[in-house]
């Protein structure tokens, strides 16, 4: 299948860590995408990893991918109010005809 | 370099009616991909459009087209509107993509349709 499967909340206090994780099923996925949604606007591009690596940090970002268990994480460290919001993992795929698969979106609230 | 514009941003219609949307990518971009959200149903993706050509089709009614111009430049078209068509409809461009390369999609703000 072509399911691209995250859970739909997390809720973390302020100062905390967050972990947001995402499943998907093409091997074949050679780039996965972590992207952020703020109310009422469009989705903005977080980080990227190259399906060869299996970590990329970038400030307080850090993504970890297990390919093997076809699992990717996105890690918020030191998470702000300013971070709740909606992330969508995404895959782009090869198999068959080329493909932009999206997740189902975590929704992330980050207490006070 | 400017971002993916969409117009127009709000826009209201009663069920029957047609509407057309406008999405104008980023300078260089030659794919435009339409994604449909609703609260209900999360992100589905509607087409995407490669070098003025329909490249991938998700799985919604004969309702809902699309076209891309010479200029990349894309239009989303749902017409007989229903109730149900309420949704944020987000189009993102891309340079376009081959087998193995990166290919990040860039969103635009949405435009938000309401069906009374």
């Known amino acids: 299948g072509e399911d691209v499967e995250q859970s739909l909340f997390l809720s973390v206090r302020e100062g905390d860590s967050s972990v947001i994780n995402c499943t998907y099923t093409?091997?074949?996925?050679?780039?996965l995408y972590w992207y952020k949604q703020e109310p009422g606007a469009g989705l903005q591009l977080l980080t990227y990893i190259f399906s060869n690596m299996d970590m990329k940090q970038d400030q307080r970002l850090t993504v970890l991918l297990n390919k093997k268990d076809k699992h990717l994480s996105l890690r918020i460290a030191d998470t702000q109010t300013g971070d709740s919001a909606i992330y969508f993992c995404a895959e782009s795929t090869t198999s068959g005809t080329y493909k932009y698969i999206f997740g189902t979106g975590t929704r992330l609230k980050v207490l006070a | 370099k400017a971002g993916v514009t969409q117009t127009p941003r709000y826009l209201i219609k009663t069920r029957g009616q047609q509407v057309t949307l406008s999405c104008s990518p980023i300078?260089?971009?030659?794919?435009v991909s339409w994604y449909q959200q609703t609260p209900g149903q999360g992100l589905q993706f509607l087409f995407e459009y490669f070098s003025e050509t329909q490249r991938n089709k998700g799985n919604f009614p004969g309702r809902f087209s699309g076209r891309q111009f010479s200029n990349s430049r894309s239009e989303m078209n749902v017409s007989t509107l229903e109730l149900g068509d309420s949704a944020l409809y987000l189009c993102?461009?891309?340079?376009?993509?081959?087998?193995?390369?990166?290919?990040?999609?860039?969103f635009g703000p949405g435009t938000r349709l309401t069906v009374l």
């Open positions: 300078s260089g971009h030659r794919s």
């Open positions: 093409d091997s074949s996925s050679t780039y």
């Open positions: 993102a461009s891309s340079w376009g993509g081959t087998s193995g390369s990166r290919n990040e999609q860039f």
